[in-house]
């Protein structure tokens, strides 16, 4: 009962800690909804090229708005210390990183649900690509955010140069971008193998992370 005790203090601690710092999820939201204008007004209001590209368009901005949260994964608490005090309290660091990447994506992620058909309506984009594109935003959202942890615990061993989380995050996404953007445009018989692609990838991630970012993290509080 301990060890569930301590896991719901932290998910609730980072529940706290993500109201009260919500001009950070706000900035995000708004990075992304203001590139979405900006595309908008530098192209026109070319319909057929809002169709062909899109997608992309979109895709694009949610990788570089993960890119702006790296930061907020492990930092803060590396800092502080208050990694260390969480492993003190019965939790391995493979636990503590699954909660943060359940309660990353739960805050910093899924209200993109929300924003993601209003980019949508703003870019005339069909019904159809839209309900197909919240369900493979349901399937590579948790890689992106996989990724934003390996990323952010690789930061706590390079203090001098944190763009390189950001680059190790862009790499790695390559084909989840890819086969999320070609599944909108898939015909009917690729679109569940691509999903399925997808899912693959994200069980590979999701199987690896916790044991790569705590290793980082293990290694950097050895180093501090």
Not at 34 to 51: Q, R, T
Not at 139 to 166: D, E, Q, R, V, W
Request: net charge neutral; proline share 4%; hydrophobic share 55%.
């Amino acid at each position: 009962m301990s060890i569930i005790s301590s896991i719901l203090a932290l998910f609730f601690r980072e529940l706290k800690l993500t109201y009260r710092n919500y001009y950070d999820v706000l900035t995000i939201f708004l990075f992304f909804l203001l590139g979405i204008l900006i595309f908008v007004f530098s192209i026109g209001s070319n319909k057929e090229i809002f169709n062909e590209i899109g997608i992309g368009i979109i895709w694009t901005l949610l990788l570089l708005s993960t890119n702006l949260s790296i930061k907020k994964f492990y930092d803060d608490d590396f800092n502080d210390g208050n990694l260390f005090i969480l492993h003190l309290s019965g939790l391995s660091y493979e636990l503590i990183v699954l909660i943060k990447l359940i309660a990353f994506w739960i805050f910093f992620q899924l209200p993109f649900l929300l924003i993601i058909p209003v980019a949508c309506l703003i870019l005339d984009m069909p019904y159809n690509n839209i309900s197909l594109l919240m369900i493979t935003f349901l399937l590579s959202s948790p890689i992106l955010t996989l990724l934003a942890s390996i990323s952010g615990s690789m930061n706590l061993l390079n203090n001098k140069n944190f763009a390189i989380g950001g680059v190790i995050v862009m790499i790695l996404s390559i084909p989840t971008i890819i086969f999320s953007v070609s599944t909108i445009n898939a015909p009917a018989e690729l679109i569940k193998p691509q999903l399925s692609i997808i899912a693959g990838i994200l069980f590979l991630f999701l199987a690896l992370t916790p044991w790569i970012s705590a290793g980082c993290i293990k290694i950097a509080i050895r180093n501090g």
